[in-house]
């Protein structure tokens, strides 16, 4: 097996950084949801616009941008794209009405749409095919990780400083990682005298328009689907779970910030540990549906059942272990579906294919804050309309989870690589 430079752990720890910022943006608008709704004076169906917001440009820039991931310099392009998530985090709190939060969120959803794509494309430069399931599950232990560290540094930010200090903090801290990375990032392993990791790598960089057929397959659309339901929990828990902690079950103090960041910390274990056994089994098996699919199956699976336990137990103390264990198993696809992905398509075209399953997947995210918001506002009281958007989150998610257990054959996307070696020949 083809051996892992070292600076590719340096690239990596990079990579996580931005990941941990690329999510801590997206959470601090529910972090902050109680005192700003308060403040602009914004309904639960207002704010699930907000929410929804982020998503808008999001979606169109993950296939846009996260494309070009693919023929363009990923460094530079990163480097710019974490300069416009920390100018949004500076303007942010100067958004004194509901017009121009919802500004700051489009554009925030603007730049950060590509980042999965980018990563999986410096990923698949530096990092040989059988540490991909570590490498993409590093980057969202960053993610999940660094949410569970900051959630309560955050949350304590905000009761002592009010809502504002959270955004410039995570702007402060944007601009640290950022100059670290214009100074020590690498485009890939050339730039340090190593030749390429990936035979592939020969193939072509074929047009979007050559790569939109593939889209259409069985195996790719139920990815995506997958996808989506983890995309319509996380964007669930960013934009609904602390207020329902705050209002409806009436945490505060410690126990907030324990059944906030809690979920969090629970999925970085998951990330690594799934990421981890993942690799395990494909060294072990080569077989890319014992070691990926079913995993992101059955944790889809067992997500859904979680959520639906999380609002029928009597208990609290039960009620915040299903919530902490839920996200957990629904972002194992998260981690699992580059590697995936990887093995459906050439590392040349990575950018597109993980940048149009971003896109497509997360458009649940537009979705399900406002579903939310609509059933909170419109139930004969705020606790049902809750349990009425999470009793539907848990059975399209379970439905969903097994329709990719059984669904998705790999064997069957050898096509794909095929057409683009005949198109090199």
């Known amino acids: 097996m083809t051996s892992t430079p070292k600076y590719s752990w340096i690239i990596l720890l990079f990579l996580v950084l931005s990941g941990m910022i690329n999510q801590v943006d997206k959470i601090i608008i529910g972090l902050v949801s109680v005192p700003l709704m308060t403040e602009l004076h914004l309904s639960p169906t207002q704010w699930g616009v907000v929410g929804s917001s982020f998503f808008w440009f999001f979606t169109f820039s993950s296939i846009i941008l996260g494309g070009l991931a693919d023929s363009k310099n ?107 990375w214009l100074i020590f990032g690498k485009e890939s392993p050339k730039e340090i005298g190593i030749s390429s990791l990936h035979q592939s790598s020969n193939l072509p960089n074929i047009s979007m328009r050559q790569f939109f057929p593939h889209l259409f397959s069985k195996n790719f659309i139920l990815t995506v689907l997958c996808g989506g339901c983890a995309y319509w929990l996380l964007s669930v828990q960013a934009v609904w779970l602390p207020s329902y902690f705050e209002k409806i079950q009436r945490f505060n103090g410690q126990t907030l910030k324990l059944a906030v960041s809690l979920p969090f910390l629970f999925a970085a274990f998951c990330q690594l540990g799934f990421a981890l056994l993942s690799d395990r089994i494909y060294r072990k098996t080569g077989d890319i549906r014992k070691a990926r699919i079913n995993l992101a199956g059955i944790m889809m699976m067992l997500s859904a059942i979680c959520i639906y336990l999380a609002i029928t137990v009597s208990s609290t103390s039960m009620s915040i272990i299903f919530f902490t264990l839920a996200p957990g198993f629904a972002y194992v696809i998260l981690s699992l579906a580059p590697a995936i992905l990887m093995e459906f398509f050439s590392p040349n075209n990575i950018g597109k294919a993980q940048g149009t399953f971003i896109a497509l997947a997360s458009i649940t995210s537009i979705i399900a804050p406002l579903v ?3 059933f909170i506002q419109h139930a004969v009281t705020e606790s049902s309309g809750y349990n009425y958007a999470f009793q539907l989150s848990s059975v399209g998610m379970f439905i969903i989870g097994i329709l990719f257990w059984i669904g998705v054959r790999p064997k069957n996307q050898k096509l794909i690589k095929e057409s683009g070696e005949q198109m090199s020949s």
Do not use: C, N
């Open 74 to 180: 990923t460094k530079k392009m990163l480097s710019w794209l974490s300069l416009i998530w920390l100018i949004v985090q500076f303007a942010t709190p100067f958004a004194s009405s509901l017009t121009l939060l919802l500004l700051t969120r489009m554009f925030l959803g603007l730049g950060e749409g590509p980042a999965p794509a980018l990563s999986t494309a410096i990923m698949g430069k530096w990092f040989p095919k059988h540490r991909h399931g570590i490498g993409f599950g590093a980057v969202l232990l960053g993610t999940t990780g660094g949410s569970a560290i900051a959630s309560p540094l955050l949350i304590s930010l905000i009761d002592k400083y009010g809502w504002k200090s959270a955004f410039i903090a995570m702007g402060v801290l944007g601009l640290i990682v950022l100059v670290l």
């Open 372 to 374: 939310f918001g609509y």
